[in-house]
């Protein structure tokens, strides 16, 4: 028998693609054994649990006498023996969202909103909502995982999406798990830094029709309650994009006045700004993002294209996948408050112009204005700062060690500002390649605390007045969350340039860099493949603890550790010099038919790869200790 979490509904395993009323979330999650303590041992145990759900299969097909015609479930299940296939760790998903909030939401802890963790209530009352970078790993399953775990935890999550398709699946979670369940159970004061809307289309530069598209999916009816309307939050970054919203907004008009069957939804601008990111893994800089003298020109055409300055909301920015600068988050903090104080002043003058121009034409009615009478003019307050993503995935703390692994004892290192070791604490201001979020988060409370004090508000200072803080990650949620387990399919040696007495063993994997490996070509990752031996005639008695005891013995007992050998591993196109997973690595002898399984895949592996490149998806989890294992 199959030791799992079952769902109520059964969505097709691998798809990505969603409707607003059906679940995403996969039919079967496999509950760890205690036997499972790390990714090889889980991936071996999904092994075993695939080829016995394949042999349920099969028995069923005999005992119904079905035509042996193969469905869906079970072509899932042989691609996934045959070829490999992702194993997502749920439980990731979970301790990081928690994590988040406690690095960079202390208005929480002061709440005592988690018992796990009695922290003293520190001066630091304010929130960070995430806004999961859907295009990070758009697996409908994460997507809805996330959300489910936000709302079963009472905690704000968000989506930043990229395009229409991401606009979707994360439009389906939002009105599933509804907003009221995430206000995390504080005060009321310091909820109104929570946003109610918890999508932002934030991909700067779109096409007309996707924009179009985008305000059709966020539309409402003539019957919807105000309550649920959704707002449409648009970051850009250019006078061209004011453009094509403009253009976007007339089409939606001339397409919809007729019947009047849908209503253009409310619109908010978020101006996305020029940060460095030089320190990052994947700079964007180039081509994304308003440098600072530009800001004037952009609000310009904004209010010139029938953008009212009420809705531009705030500034948005991205210090570029993978930053592992403290340094960078702080400095592009720093260029968002400046960006903020230019927006506000510019659309100030501009209510001024406003009323200046009314009251000419008041006067020319009525009196002259009295000279001592001093005339009080709107002042525009931007309220949103998003400060993007770029977190780093792994960084060994909040369970990193425990990923793929039914240990929810072994102990799990937290970070918050009362118990971070000193030697973080000082890394926090230093560049350095071992960043972990808990050091970005500590250096910027400081200033994350000033942009939100409300106590501080200088009416004539638009800097000082207390902000609506989201931030993008993507990266940091999910590349630690999923391992892939791929099956070589070929084998050869060849001589070894650099040693003519040696021989480099090459092994072929179905997935290349065309496909999840993308990130080798893109910005030069390496991915090291660990080694997985399905050892002949190994029992697969899931339910048997005596099994799994036997097999840890079995290996224990194995005599001296296996000799490793210089290899290379290749993707599937014949292409040896740019198919590359990994040019050099350390492997024992191994065959065709054995497993080779690689550990961070969870970003920008799924995203990147065509459909057709993706693996078969499966869900395990461990710590059943969590209220969020109970059935979904
Ligand atoms: C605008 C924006 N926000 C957020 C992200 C997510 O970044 P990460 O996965 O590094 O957190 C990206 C990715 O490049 C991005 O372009």
């Known amino acids: 028998m199959v030791s799992s979490i079952s769902s109520s509904s059964h969505p097709s395993p691998g798809s990505s693609s969603s409707s607003s009323s059906s679940s995403s979330l996969p039919s079967n999650v496999t509950r760890l054994p205690a036997s499972v303590t790390d990714l090889v041992s889980c991936v071996s145990h999904e092994i075993m649990v695939i080829e016995n759900e394949l042999d349920q299969q099969t028995q069923h097909d005999i005992i119904s006498e079905r035509k042996l015609r193969t469905t869906d479930e079970e072509r899932l299940l042989e691609d996934a023996i045959d070829d490999g296939f992702m194993c997502v760790d749920l439980k990731v998903l979970e301790r990081?969202?928690?994590?988040?909030?406690?690095?960079?939401?202390?208005a929480f802890d002061n709440n005592n909103n988690d018992n796990d963790n009695n922290y003293e209530p520190s001066s630091y009352n304010y929130t960070v909502t995430p806004y999961f970078a859907v295009k990070c790993n758009p697996d409908a399953c994460v997507v809805e995982w996330l959300a489910r775990t936000a709302s079963m935890m009472n905690l704000p999550l968000g989506y930043d999406c990229a395009s229409i398709a991401e606009l979707e699946l994360a439009k389906a979670?939002?009105?599933?798990?509804?907003?009221?369940?995430?206000?995390?159970?504080?005060?009321?004061?310091?909820?109104?830094?929570?946003?109610?809307?918890r999508i932002v289309y934030a991909n700067p530069q779109r096409a007309e029709a996707d924009l179009m598209h985008a305000l059709e999916l966020f539309a409402t009816t003539p019957s919807h309650s105000q309550s649920k309307e959704l707002e449409l939050w648009l970051t850009l970054d250019g006078v061209e994009e004011v453009y094509k919203i403009a253009t976007?907004?007339?089409?939606?008009?001339?397409?919809?006045?007729?019947?009047?069957?849908?209503?253009?939804?409310?619109?908010?601008?978020?101006?996305?700004?020029?940060?460095?990111?030089?320190?990052?893994?994947?700079?964007?800089?180039?081509?994304?993002?308003?440098r600072m003298e530009e800001i004037d020109n952009v609000v310009e055409a904004c209010l010139n294209h029938g953008i009212i300055a009420d809705d531009i909301i705030g500034i948005s920015y991205h210090c570029g996948s993978g930053c592992s600068s403290v340094e960078t988050y702080l400095e592009a903090l720093e260029m968002g408050r400046k960006a903020l104080t230019r927006?506000?002043?510019?659309?100030?003058?501009?209510?001024?112009?406003?009323?200046?121009?009314?009251?000419?034409?008041?006067?020319?009615?009525?009196?002259?204005?009295?000279e001592s009478q001093q005339k009080q003019y709107k002042r525009h307050r931007c309220w949103l700062l998003d400060m993007g993503g770029g977190f780093p995935g792994i960084d060994g703390l909040d369970g990193d060690d425990n990923r793929f692994s039914a240990d929810a004892k072994k102990e799990v290192k937290e970070t918050t500002d009362t118990s971070m070791p000193a030697t973080t604490q000082q890394t926090a201001t230093t560049t350095t390649t071992t960043t972990?979020?808990?050091?970005?988060?500590?250096?910027?409370?400081?200033?994350?605390?000033?942009?939100?004090?409300?106590?501080?508000?200088?009416?004539?200072?638009?800097?000082?007045?207390?902000?609506?803080?989201?931030?993008?990650?993507?990266?940091?949620?999910?590349?630690?969350?999923?391992?892939?387990?791929?099956?070589?399919?070929?084998?050869?040696?060849?001589?070894?340039p650099n040693d003519d007495s040696n021989k480099i063993r090459e092994y072929r994997i179905p997935h290349g860099v065309q496909g999840v490996f993308k990130d080798v070509l893109l910005c030069g990752e390496s991915f090291?493949?660990?080694?997985?031996?399905?050892?002949?005639?190994?029992?697969?008695?899931?339910?048997?603890?005596?099994?799994?005891?036997?097999?840890?013995?079995?290996s224990s007992k194995q005599e001296s550790p296996p000799k490793l050998y210089l290899s290379r591993v290749l993707g599937p196109s014949g292409d040896d010099t740019e198919d590359v997973v990994c040019d050099s690595c350390l492997l024992p002898e191994l065959d065709v038919g054995d497993w080779l399984v690689f550990d961070r895949m969870g970003a920008y592996t799924?995203?990147?790869?065509?459909?057709?490149?993706?693996?078969?998806?499966?869900?395990?989890?461990?710590?059943?200790?969590?209220?969020?294992?109970s059935p979904m």
Not at 96 to 106: D, G, N, Q, T, V
Not at 528 to 548: F, K, M, R, V
């Open 173 to 197: 979670q939002i009105q599933k798990y509804s907003l009221e369940e995430t206000d995390g159970g504080i005060d009321k004061k310091k909820r109104n830094n929570i946003p109610t809307t």
């Open 343 to 370: 927006i506000d002043d510019r659309l100030t003058r501009h209510y001024r112009e406003e009323e200046e121009e009314e009251t000419d034409i008041q006067e020319k009615k009525v009196q002259k204005l009295d």
């Open 96 to 106: 990081k969202l928690k994590a988040w909030h406690r690095l960079f939401s202390p």
């Open 528 to 554: 090291i493949p660990q080694p997985l031996q399905i050892i002949e005639g190994q029992s697969n008695d899931l339910d048997d603890p005596a099994t799994h005891a036997d097999d840890q013995q079995d």
């Open 606 to 629: 799924l995203s990147i790869a065509s459909r057709a490149g993706r693996p078969v998806m499966r869900y395990v989890r461990g710590d059943s200790s969590s209220p969020l294992s």
């Open 248 to 290: 976007a907004r007339k089409l939606f008009l001339e397409k919809h006045h007729a019947c009047d069957a849908l209503r253009m939804p409310n619109v908010k601008i978020v101006l996305r700004i020029w940060v460095p990111d030089g320190h990052s893994q994947v700079p964007l800089g180039e081509k994304f993002g308003m």
């Open 436 to 496: 972990t979020v808990a050091d970005i988060a500590m250096a910027v409370r400081p200033v994350l605390q000033s942009l939100t004090n409300i106590n501080d508000k200088d009416e004539n200072d638009s800097s000082s007045l207390p902000l609506t803080l989201i931030a993008e990650p993507g990266r940091y949620f999910v590349e630690g969350a999923i391992a892939l387990a791929s099956r070589i399919y070929q084998k050869q040696q060849v001589n070894d």
